[in-house]
């Protein structure tokens, strides 16, 4: 035997036998590796992901909304007047009124309580800010404080988010957050939009 053959390990009839690179453990980790690739694609575009609009609201009586100054104390204790209706403002960059009308929405409370409900949309085109504070004085909601904790401006949608439930003891007028799920997508939608 050659010298040449010793340091190759190699016999000259062995010299053309396989030799193993791979480990039986590699071709494990790639199939692993590939089978997961494949659920995260078809999950990517078989799957969906919820697109939510957050913005502030103000609670009101929507069947009394009109004759709030007549409400009496104990009319109030009755429950006849409890606030069942959130008035709030959309922004419409990105958004039609086709995406939020008849809507899923949760109305979370100062308190933490979350109530679902629906979002209706009071007018089908964006509202100028002096069309929306002739609105807000109409329901006797036009105060400084409430301005202040809707999102104000030029062009906005009027929604009005239909509770489930009436809520006692809440001031007309009192703000919370208000979540409106206006479209489900695949999440590679979602990523790479």
Request: charged letters at 25%.
């Amino acid at each position: 035997m050659k010298l040449a053959d010793k340091s190759i390990g190699k016999t000259p009839e062995r010299i053309n036998d396989y030799i193993p690179v791979v480990t039986p453990s590699i071709w494990v980790f790639l199939a692993t590796l590939l089978a997961f690739l494949g659920v995260v694609i078809i999950w990517g575009n078989v799957g969906r992901v919820p697109l939510k609009l957050t913005t502030t609201g103000v609670g009101y009586n929507y069947e009394h909304r009109l004759e709030i100054e007549d409400i009496t104390y104990e009319q109030m204790i009755s429950g006849d007047f409890d606030v069942d209706t959130y008035f709030c403002l959309l922004n419409p960059d990105g958004i039609t009124s086709e995406n939020i009308h008849k809507k899923p929405a949760t109305v979370i409370l100062k308190d933490g309580r979350q109530i679902s409900g629906y979002a209706e949309l009071t007018y089908t085109m964006p509202c100028t800010e002096k069309e929306i504070k002739e609105t807000l004085k109409e329901y006797d909601l036009d105060t400084d404080w409430v301005y202040k904790g809707l999102d104000m401006g030029q062009y906005r949608y009027v929604v009005d988010v239909n509770i489930d439930e009436t809520v006692s003891y809440v001031s007309y007028g009192e703000p919370a957050q208000i979540v409106i799920e206006y479209a489900q997508v695949p999440p590679l939608y979602y990523l790479f939009r």
